[in-house]
């Protein structure tokens, strides 16, 4: 890439929708973007889970305090980045269990985080759950980050399929989350970015329920990001809309792509 491709790059757009579902009488949902001293952004999502309000208090927790961090911060390079974002979520991580442990009311509170920085000529990632980040480049979704899930790992070890994972009993049971007892392995990556790129973070509550096929075209064939993340929302739902909705998209600077 050249330096007018950077610039290029880096003339972005972000936005995000959040929606209850068809189901659920709460959203335990929550994401934001943030910007750092050097005016670099962290888009942040987390789908909480416990009983009553906990899920809600966990979600917003780690997203509004990891956020207010990266706010405080001057991290330019990603590598440094990725690993201020294991020692915060690992911070968030602690500070969510302790909070559970001190209230019945919040006991077993947890939540899912997908995370993305995005810097001159990358991107890096930080996830921990089953909530997902897929980049769409040149018309083909790809997800960047792995399931921490039980049922993924009976796919990985070939003791069900695909297919079979899809309607699983224990589909939403996670191997990991932020909110468990002793350290949280979070798993981080930088990418290079492309003009032209789109990023994507959403809860299950999505991909659930919409294909990676149909989230790629909604959003390669909508007007605008606004129009496409109200389209997935209403796919979703359309669906059954069994869970909280939200998705992030992130679209780098560039003519629009649709073939």
Partial sequence: MTSDDFKEVRA????????????????????????????YPLAILADGMGGHQAGDVASKKAVEELGAAWQASEITDPEK?????????QIENQAIFEMGAGAVELAGMGTTIV?????????????????RIYLLRSGKLQQLTEDHSLVNELVKSGEITQEQA??????NVLLR???????????????YLQSRDYLVLCSDGLTNMVSDAEIA??????????EALQS????????????????????????????
């Fill in 81 to 89: 980045c990725a690993q201020w974002l294991i020692q915060q979520i």
């Fill in 115 to 131: 995370a993305v920085a995005i810097f001159e000529d990358q991107f890096t990632i930080a996830h921990v759950g089953d909530s």
């Fill in 217 to 226: 075209n909604t959003i390669l064939f909508a007007e605008n990001l606004e």
């Fill in 12 to 39: 972005m757009e972000i936005r995000f929708l959040s929606d209850v579902g068809k189901k659920r009488n709460t959203n335990q949902d929550y994401a934001d973007v943030y910007y750092n001293q050097a005016n």
């Fill in 166 to 171: 899809a309607n699983h009993p224990r589909k």
């Fill in 177 to 191: 989350s932020v909110g468990m007892p002793g350290m949280v392995e979070v798993d981080v990556a930088s990418f």
């Fill in 232 to 259: 997935l929302v209403q796919k979703a739902n359309d669906a059954g809309g069994l869970d909280n909705i939200t998705a992030v998209v992130i679209s780098l600077g560039g003519e629009r792509d649709a073939d």
